[in-house]
């Protein structure tokens, strides 16, 4: 089997497929569950807006044909010809003028079956309906109601097996007359009217009349239901259109301000999301395609993003300062800049080392100290772990960032040729920096740092290396170390801060930390060792190569223009203060 494929089948490879198709199929299922939800809202509002303007078009058919009857009542009260035979005396012969003229009229009239005139002359009707039948429309309510004042003008119910309805106004807004106008109707025509536009478009609907019996209904099955919501509304939304909504579907109504009828429809859900189901059955194919063409991408995807990197991490752990092998890594990208790095590392490291166990005088010790504090290899190792912990996760943006911030370390600390021991503020907190931002990906916790700098004291040249060891003992040791029981409602944050003291005297950098604190006993313990501080020794270097070297190393270039001091934070914490007068003996920049 190949190298290659060898990578492909290893953890890291099975970790990015699995992660990748997690994150595939979370993509598609954010995206388009939400682009179904609105998709379907918008549709149903659409929908139910259309049929409820269908609604308001077939009430507003209604109030023309209304509309026509009040003109026409108007036309019968204030005919000259009848008024100038009402004005004459009550003969019999008048009255059958008047009955006749009713009759004539008749004709004129929109579906006008016969017409009644009841006035303070008389009872009068056509020739068509007889006494009895006059008088036993005169008894009911809503003609009594008419003839009280509570009504101006009424339409009655349609009477569906006579198919007729009645119109009742009065004559004082028409005539010099009082009393009342009746018209009974043909409803032939507004039948047609009324169930051919709502047959289209609603497969449940009713009718109601202004006292809100229902006249006419179409396959409703559960009209109780909607007449039980409408009669347990307000009484004004009778006198209005709205609409509500159930678990089985919508109503809506739309109300008549001619006829004062009311129409009211229900629409089931079913009917409402029919048209929705081959949408959303290509959604779903597409769905299907899309993580079918993902898996087929994956297998390239995750061996050109893994290889290099199992390759750099595998020689990272047979690293040996004996023997310094080059990295065959040529992606083109962060990885072979990484690795690249890592090599002249290396090398440059050996050279170093070979050069300090040679000499032995303080001045090369010195710069040891100032150099292989900031490139140990543990610390790049388990940066490359970070590294490889976002490349499961997919998160390259993530390592570009990191990788950039490790080359920017190692660029500045494998400047060998450059025997500087001192360098600018702002030198010094970019280095700051890009440690935190690797910091911030290897440790879960959250710690907020907060930079208060100067910008006049950027520029002012100080010893190079003392802010960023500072910066990680606050994190290694304040925040990370056992025993630390947390900031105590507190967020964890570091501060650093450089100010020119007073009266100009000199430059100060404080860097301040709400961790465990420091034990006074460690703070006495670290000046013993900075006063016998060696290099060399292997256990210095791994564990006092901080505080102990930087109070070291100023005490050796500045002597006494420097004060170098820790104390501990209320209530917890640590607070490091540096202070560089302007007296300082500064060393020429070069050791």
Known sequence: MKHSDTISQTKIGRKLRDNIMRLIIAALFITAVPLIVLFSKSYLDNNISQKSVIADQITQQVDLAATSIIIYSKQVASDRVLLNFLASDMTDQNTAKIENRLMEMCGTGPNIKNIMLICEQGDFHTPFMSDEEMHAILDTDWVQNCRSGNYTQYFSSIDREENIFYFCTSLKYNSPSSGLVILVIRADDLMQTILGNANKTFSHYIWLDSNNQTFLEHSFEPKEDLYSRMAATKNYLFFDNYK??????????????????????????????????????????SVVLITVISVTALKPLIHNIVYPIEVLSEHMKNFSYDKVVPVDIHTNDEIEELSSAFHKMSVELKKNIDLLL??????QKL????????INPHFIYNTMNTINYLARKDRTKDIVVINSALIHIMKDSLRINDEAVMDTLETEINITSEYLKIQAYRYEEKIHVYWEIDPALRGRHIPKHIIQPIVENSIVHGFLEDGFEGTKGEAPFIRIRSFTLKQGEGLCIEIEDNGKGIDMKNYLQICEDARH???????????????????????????????????????????????????????????
Do not use: C
């Open 367 to 374: 710069q040891y100290g100032l150099r292989i504090s900031q």
């Open 244 to 285: 509500f909504h159930n678990s089985d579907g919508i109503f809506l109504s739309s109300y008549s301000d001619t006829s004062h009828w009311k129409f009211a429809a229900f629409i089931p859900y079913s009917e409402l999301l029919a048209p929705l189901l081959p949408l959303l059955l290509v959604l779903v194919v």
């Open 533 to 591: 501080f060696d290099a060399s020794n292997e256990y210095n270097r791994g564990k006092h190569i901080g505080l102990a070297n930087i109070k070291w190393r100023l005490a050796y270039l500045l002597g006494d223009s420097q004060d170098f001091r820790i104390s501990p934070r209320t209530p917890h914490g640590t607070i490091v203060t540096i202070k560089l007068y302007e007296d300082a003996r500064m060393p020429d920049q070069t050791a």
């Open 358 to 363: 040679e000499e032995q005088k303080k001045e």
